[in-house]
Every structure is written in structure tokens, then in C-alpha cells.
């Protein structure tokens, strides 16, 4: 119950953001939100510099040992960014459209990069030493966040106010994300069927509250069905990151590399120096679906 009712918040103050349009809804929201995302991460940080064993994270996340570098591992990390940039799924397409005449692309592409690294890095100097300073694990993916984070924030002074902030920050970087990728959607039925924005709104709420729901109970009620070997959860998490985000991009590249003219992609791109966009050209038309076909077929598990 506390499941959906969590979920459900969460959906209907998404759909109320984006309801209200691109400039009242998008715009405003994610000047707030993320503002306040970074306040609370450099807040995050600094108590961990205090609290927490800053020396054992540094060493963890920036010495480097090449012994454990794989050509697997560096498909992982290219999976990973992936996910990480919202590439494939439609967010970055709808929101690049979104942008003023004249803005360039490459360099706009440049900046969204750089601040994810930025915020990814400041994540883990927030995480870490905290984890290392109680003597834990430094696990990957949920059980570092909700099982071995809540054991240190409990072992250390201020846990519960600190910890409190740290899941607040949680939600709010979700609610961001959940916005990112449900404009997409709703994007496209309003450009491409004529619906009007609140019942394209509804129709996709709709829609993501059953599969939210769907999801969910898979945590517990329906634990005992299966799709292709796995629960709902995990069936559509395989499904989304394994075969449609890497297919997604795929196409997005090939469209702009082998169906777009190259003089409207050299307009739009931003790319003033006609020498850097041939090697960009180039590296978009041969080198990209290359290497998004070794990560796709990495994930699969066929590399």
C-alpha cells in the first residue's frame, strides 16, 4: 500500500509539471529542482569530509588500477552512460527541440556531459567515505543505496538529519528523471496525432500508473510470476536497458548520419570549423554505430 501510494505521488506530481507546459511546467520545475538537487549534494559532501573517511573514497574512486581495466568493463561504463544521459529513450530529442534558434548543439551536448560527470563524481565523494568510515562494503546499485547507506548514516553523528536530506535529494533527482522521460511521450502524441496537452497528459499517466503498478507488485503480491525468467520489474528494467535504449540510439544515429542531409546536419549541429565537423561526421556515421553495437551486444550478453 505504502508502495503505491509513494508511486503514485510521485506520477501525479510528474504529470502535474509537465501538464502545465514546456515554459510553466518543464522549465520552471527544473530550475528549482536542480539548483536545489546541487545545494543538497555539495551540502552531502562536505559532511562527508567531516564524518567520513575522505582519504579511503579519493583513493577508491581516483587511483587508478589498470589490472582490473577489461574491454568488458569499458563496455559496462559505455552501457552505463547510456542510462546515465538519458540517450536512446527520446529525452534528449524532445528536449533539444525545445532549444532556442542558434544554440549550438555540440557545445550544449559538451556541457550536459561535463555536468553529469561532475554531479556523478560529487555523488561518490558524498557516498563513500561514508561507507568506508563504517567499515562497509562499497556495493553497486540498490544495496549501496538503501541497505548499506541507511546502516552508516545510522553509526554516524546527525545520521538521521543527514540521512533524511540525502533520500530527499534521492527524490528529488528522480522526480527529475521521471519528468525527462515522460515529455517524450507525451511530446509525440500531441505533434503527432493533434491531442491536446492535458489529454496526452492523461492518456500517459494512465498508462504509467498500470505499468507503475504493475512494477511494483512484483515487489511483493505477483514476487511469484514470471515474464522470460524474471519478475515484471526486472523484465521491463532488462527490456529497457538492454535492447531499447542501445536500439533507440542506434536509430537516432543512423538517421542523423545516413538519412539527414549533411548540410542540415551541419546547420543544426553548431560546428562552425568545417574540419572538426567532417571528423565528427565521420566518427557519427562509422565509429558511433559500431560502438553502439558492441555495447548492445555486451549487454545482451553476446560480447
Known sequence: GRLALYGLAVLAATLLIVGLGVRDGLERALRLLMPGLFVLLLGLVGYAAVAGDFAAALRFLFVPDFSQLSAKGVLLALGHAFFTLSLGCGAMMAYGSYLPEGTSIART???VALADTVVALLAGLAIFPLVFANGLEPGAGPGLIFVTLPIAFGQ???GQLVGGLFFVMLVLAAVTSTISLSEPGIAWLTERFGIRRGRAVLLTGSLLALLGTACLLSFNHWAEYQLFGRTVFDTMDYLTANWLMPLGGLGTV???????????????VGIGRPGWFSLWWNLLRYGTPVAIVLVFLNLIGLV
Not at 543512423?254 to 543544426?268: D, P
Open 109 to 111: 551536448s559538451l556541457l
Open 254 to 268: 543512423l538517421f542523423t548520419g545516413w538519412a539527414l542531409r549533411r548540410e542540415l546536419v551541419h546547420e543544426a
Open 156 to 158: 554516524m553523528p546527525l
